[in-house]
């Protein structure tokens, strides 16, 4: 009688790749629910949003964009270390806290991504995405109008770390470089948003900005996507600066703790020395 072989778990090179192709498909997957999210909104253009998160629209984008965040997070969460997931609430809060306090000054600028892009820097895009997605979930919940712009913030935490892992963090002044170019794309992303949804008046400053431009003339649109050109630019800008200096502040030995720091060595310097045991 025949014994049939006896199985065991695929170990070894192979079943890391093919664990490496679960992430990026789950990863793939996390971006396609957000995109569709942003694209829903720009089509339905669903003005009730800023009533609150009961309504059918903001239901329908909550869990669109918590679909995402929550695919985002599967995948990276094995590779994440604990540092990340310490980091990660205290990088929402960041956000939150100066995104309200610059709201309120009237400035044309948000730095509503200070700990998103710092979580990119450290953690890798993924990492980033899901921040700025989960951030702009929970911020939702006390003001509304963030809902909208979830993609964008997950588009910004995505570009922060290709920035990284391409080294524009290595070379300090290369960082405000990145944060402009991730601007661009971040402003043409989010003004159909601005003006289909809220009609370009989510905030002071860059509200009084496009109020200028539909004077001169301007369609709702390109008022907008005018406003954002020059706002989002400076302050990606200013907001990767920031978070450069963050991640260089803090002690070298918990920045290389982050498997995605010393693998494509993100940050300037060697590595600590590890004591012998």
Sequence with gaps: MSQQPLTLPATGPRAGETRGRRRLLLEIAGAVAIAATYVYLVLTQPVELADGPTSASALVALGGFLLGAVLLLVAVLPTLPTPTLVLMPVAIVLNVVLGQLIGTTG????????????????????????????????????????????????????????????????RFYLAPVAGFVTGILAGVVSAPIAAFVYGGTAGLGTGALVSAFRVMGDTLLAAITKQALISDPMDKAIVFTIAALLAYALPRRTTFQFPFVRRFRVLAGKAPATPDA
Excluded: C
């Design 107 to 170: 400035l044309p600028f948000y730095i509503d991504a200070v700990g998103t892009v710092l979580v990119a820097v450290l953690a890798g895009p993924a990492a980033g995405a899901a921040t700025g997605v989960l951030g702009s979930i929970i911020w939702s919940f006390f003001n509304p109008t963030v809902l909208p712009f979830a993609a964008g913030a997950a588009l910004i935490g995505f570009l922060a770390g290709m920035a990284a892992r391409a080294g524009l963090f290595r």
